[in-house]
């Protein structure tokens, strides 16, 4: 089978490519990073949302802290908003 990868960022995003290509499925990766919620069937949360929705998730599954922190700090947030400041000065999930 094939599947897809490479700019897929939403649902929508892999039903046109599948209808397209007649792939077997896609791949999701910065679309995941930028908004968890891409894979929920009933539409996108707003992403303050969806990060709160994922850091329970990270806090129920004990997600290594400093990996979470970093992906939020690398690939979502910029470091210098409020938000950022709060998460870089951050020592828990629950902070």
């Known amino acids: ?16 490519v599948r209808e397209l290509s007649g792939c077997a499925g896609c791949m999701i990766a910065r679309g995941a990073l930028e908004n968890p919620s891409v894979f929920r ?21 004990e997600d290594a802290f400093q990996v979470v922190k970093n992906v939020y700090l690398r690939y979502i947030l910029v470091p210098k908003t409020p938000l950022g400041v709060a998460v870089t000065a951050s020592k828990s999930l629950r902070d």
């Open 41 to 61: 069937r009933e539409g996108l949360l707003e992403p303050m949302d969806a990060y709160k929705a994922h850091i329970r998730k990270c806090i129920e599954y």
């Open 1 to 16: 089978p094939v599947v897809v990868n490479g700019d897929v960022r939403s649902l929508e995003d892999c039903k046109k």
